[in-house]
């Protein structure tokens, strides 16, 4: 039905501006964590060239927000919890990464509800990623 096509709803992939943009973002993302001082400390877990790192994080991006599943086909189930077991994530390390993220969406992003939701989602995703429980105020939880 003509109505039900008009009705379709765009997804987050399609209002950032399709692949151009996330690409745009993973650049701005790694510029940040290259250049600032808090960010320091997680620019130092991080692999000398982080260019095969920014297009795993363009890919898993583009999947993430509703375009191509092409993280999957290329790398399988995200099972990013796993994927960063080896990586010391407590509260400061989670918020290095969010300072690095919400300038690159404050750059890229000029749709301000987008933006907006997309800071609570990175928020939330990134919290859930701590795994260094030394850091913890409830570690028996
Ligand atoms: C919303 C939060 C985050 C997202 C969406 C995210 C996403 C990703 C993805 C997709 C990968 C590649 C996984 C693969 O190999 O397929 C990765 C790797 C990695 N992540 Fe994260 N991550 C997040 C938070 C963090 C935080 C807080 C840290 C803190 C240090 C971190 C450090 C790393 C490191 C060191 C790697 C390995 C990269 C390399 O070997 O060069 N990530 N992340």
């Given at each position: 039905?003509?109505?039900?096509?008009a009705?379709?709803?765009?997804?987050?992939?399609?209002?950032?501006?399709?692949?151009?943009?996330?690409?745009?973002l993973?650049?701005?993302?790694?510029?940040?964590?290259?250049s600032?001082?808090d960010?320091?400390?997680?620019?130092?877990?991080?692999?000398?060239?982080?260019?095969?790192t920014?297009?795993?994080?363009?890919?898993y991006?583009g999947?993430?927000?509703g375009?191509?599943?092409e993280y999957?086909?290329?790398?399988?189930?995200?099972?990013?919890?796993?994927?960063?077991m080896?990586?010391?994530?407590?509260?400061?390390?989670?918020?290095?990464?969010?300072?690095?993220?919400?300038?690159?969406?404050d750059e890229?992003?000029?749709?301000?509800?987008?933006r907006?939701?997309?800071k609570?989602?990175?928020?939330k995703?990134a919290?859930?990623?701590?795994?260094?429980?030394?850091?913890?105020?409830?570690k028996?939880?």
């Open positions: 039905m003509e109505l039900e096509v009705q379709k709803p765009s997804s987050d992939f399609e209002v950032i501006g399709g692949a151009p943009a996330i690409d745009r993973v650049e701005a993302f790694y510029r940040n964590m290259d600032r001082a960010a320091r400390d997680i620019r130092a877990m991080h692999a000398a060239d982080l260019e095969p920014k297009n795993i994080l363009k890919l991006l999947e993430w927000l375009g191509p599943a999957s086909k290329q790398r399988g189930h995200p099972r990013l919890r796993q994927r960063h080896r990586i010391p994530i407590g509260p400061a390390e989670r918020d290095a990464w969010l300072a690095c993220m919400n300038a690159a969406l890229v992003v000029t749709e301000a509800n987008l907006d939701r997309l609570g989602a990175f928020h995703l919290d859930w990623l701590r795994n260094d429980l030394e850091n913890e105020h409830d028996h939880r």
